[in-house]
C-alpha cells in the first residue's frame, strides 16, 4: 500500500530527483561518485501558471537535444526492474532525456549575450545573475555569445547555472524548449541532509530586494513541506530512526562532504541531464 501511495504521489503531485552532474553547480550538487543532490519536484503549479524567470525546472530533452552519455542499462529484467524502481523514488537515474535547467527568458523575450561585462541581455537589458558559477577546469569564466534569438510563444530559453559546463538551449540543434516539455519545478534539496533546503528561484530579470522564494515563506512551501512526508514512504523508513541510527536506505545518502571533485567533471559541455552523467 506504502509503495502504491509512493507511486501516485510521485506520479502526479511531487517527485524526488537525482541530480548527476555539475552543470547546475553550486545551485545543485552533481557529479560522478558524489553525493548528488536529491531534489523534491513540484508537478502541481505549472497546472496552474507557467514557468517564469529565474525557475529551476525539470523538462523532457526536446528530440534535438543530445544526450551526452547514455544511461548504463541492467542486463537482467531483474536489474532493469529495481533500476526503474529505484529511479520512481529517487535512488537511481530515472531518464536519460530528463534535464534540469534553469528559466532565463520566456516566449515573446529576446535573449542574447554577452555584454562588456559578460551578461545575458534579455530584451535589451542585462540579467542580475548571482548565482554563476564558472568550472575553472572547463575554461575561462566567460559566456560564449550568442544571438540576439526571440523565443517563441509557449517556449522558455534554459541555461545551467555553472555557465561554462552546461549543454543548454545555446547548443546549436537545442535552442528554446516547449513548456509542454516541463515536468515541474524544482523546489528544495532534500538529500543529503546537510544541504537540505530550498533552492532559488529569484527572477534574475529583477534586481528584487528582500527575501526571495528561498525563503521559508517563499510562494510554494507548504505544498513542498506536505510532500516531504512522503519521503519516509520513499526510503522505506522513519526520518528520525534513519537520521538518529542510521539505518535503512536513508543512510547510504548521508554523506561525508566530497572533496574538491564534488564541483563536477572536467571538461567543456555536460548539460544537466537528471538520470544520466551530464
Given at each position: 500500500?506504502?509503495?502504491?501511495?509512493?507511486?501516485?504521489?510521485?506520479?502526479?503531485?511531487?517527485?524526488?530527483?537525482?541530480?548527476?552532474?555539475?552543470?547546475?553547480?553550486?545551485?545543485?550538487?552533481?557529479?560522478?561518485?558524489?553525493?548528488?543532490?536529491?531534489?523534491?519536484?513540484?508537478?502541481?503549479?505549472?497546472?496552474?501558471?507557467?514557468?517564469?524567470?529565474?525557475?529551476?525546472?525539470?523538462?523532457?530533452?526536446?528530440?534535438?537535444?543530445?544526450?551526452?552519455?547514455p544511461?548504463?542499462?541492467?542486463?537482467?529484467?531483474?536489474?532493469?526492474?529495481?533500476?526503474?524502481?529505484?529511479?520512481?523514488?529517487?535512488?537511481?537515474?530515472?531518464?536519460?532525456?530528463?534535464?534540469?535547467?534553469?528559466?532565463?527568458?520566456?516566449?515573446g523575450?529576446t535573449?542574447?549575450?554577452?555584454?562588456s561585462?559578460?551578461?545575458?541581455?534579455?530584451?535589451?537589458?542585462?540579467?542580475?545573475?548571482?548565482?554563476?558559477?564558472?568550472?575553472?577546469?572547463?575554461?575561462?569564466?566567460?559566456?560564449?555569445p550568442?544571438?540576439?534569438?526571440?523565443?517563441?510563444?509557449?517556449?522558455?530559453?534554459?541555461?545551467?547555472d555553472?555557465?561554462?559546463?552546461?549543454?543548454?538551449?545555446?547548443?546549436?540543434?537545442?535552442?528554446?524548449?516547449?513548456i509542454?516539455?516541463?515536468?515541474?519545478?524544482?523546489?528544495?534539496?532534500v538529500?543529503?541532509?546537510?544541504?537540505?533546503?530550498?533552492?532559488?528561484s529569484?527572477?534574475?530579470?529583477?534586481?528584487?530586494?528582500?527575501?526571495?522564494?528561498?525563503?521559508?515563506?517563499?510562494?510554494?512551501?507548504?505544498?513542498?513541506?506536505?510532500?516531504?512526508?512522503?519521503?519516509?514512504?520513499a526510503?522505506?523508513?522513519?526520518?528520525?530512526?534513519?537520521?538518529?541510527?542510521?539505518?535503512?536506505?536513508?543512510?547510504?545518502?548521508?554523506p561525508?562532504?566530497?572533496?574538491?571533485?564534488?564541483?563536477?567533471?572536467?571538461?567543456?559541455?555536460?548539460?544537466?541531464?537528471?538520470?544520466?552523467?551530464?
Amino acid at each position: 500500500m506504502a509503495l502504491l501511495l509512493t507511486f501516485l504521489i510521485q506520479t502526479f503531485i511531487a517527485k524526488v530527483y537525482v541530480i548527476p552532474s555539475g552543470s547546475m553547480e553550486t545551485t545543485l550538487h552533481g557529479c560522478t561518485g558524489c553525493n548528488n543532490d536529491r531534489v523534491l519536484v513540484d508537478k502541481v503549479v505549472y497546472r496552474f501558471s507557467d514557468p517564469q524567470p529565474g525557475d529551476v525546472v525539470v523538462f523532457r530533452g526536446p528530440d534535438s537535444w543530445r544526450s551526452e552519455a547514455p544511461v548504463a542499462q541492467p542486463s537482467s529484467p531483474l536489474g532493469r526492474g529495481l533500476q526503474q524502481l529505484g529511479s520512481l523514488i529517487g535512488l537511481a537515474p530515472p531518464d536519460e532525456k530528463d534535464f534540469v535547467k534553469r528559466v532565463i527568458a520566456v516566449g515573446g523575450q529576446t535573449v542574447s549575450c554577452c555584454d562588456s561585462r559578460n551578461r545575458v541581455l534579455v530584451d535589451g537589458e542585462p540579467l542580475d545573475e548571482s548565482y554563476l558559477y564558472y568550472l575553472p577546469e572547463a575554461g575561462p569564466a566567460r559566456q560564449i555569445p550568442f544571438g540576439p534569438i526571440q523565443v517563441p510563444a509557449a517556449e522558455l530559453w534554459m541555461m545551467g547555472d555553472s555557465r561554462n559546463n552546461s549543454a543548454d538551449s545555446r547548443v546549436p540543434g537545442h535552442g528554446p524548449v516547449p513548456i509542454e516539455n516541463v515536468i515541474g519545478k524544482a523546489r528544495m534539496v532534500v538529500l543529503p541532509f546537510d544541504r537540505f533546503g530550498w533552492i532559488d528561484s529569484a527572477d534574475p530579470q529583477v534586481r528584487a530586494i528582500g527575501m526571495s522564494e528561498t525563503g521559508i515563506g517563499g510562494p510554494g512551501a507548504p505544498l513542498a513541506l506536505g510532500l516531504l512526508g512522503t519521503l519516509p514512504l520513499a526510503t522505506g523508513c522513519r526520518w528520525r530512526r534513519c537520521w538518529e541510527n542510521g539505518d535503512g536506505p536513508v543512510s547510504d545518502f548521508l554523506p561525508t562532504l566530497p572533496g574538491p571533485a564534488w564541483h563536477g567533471r572536467g571538461g567543456a559541455g555536460p548539460g544537466s541531464r537528471l538520470g544520466g552523467r551530464c
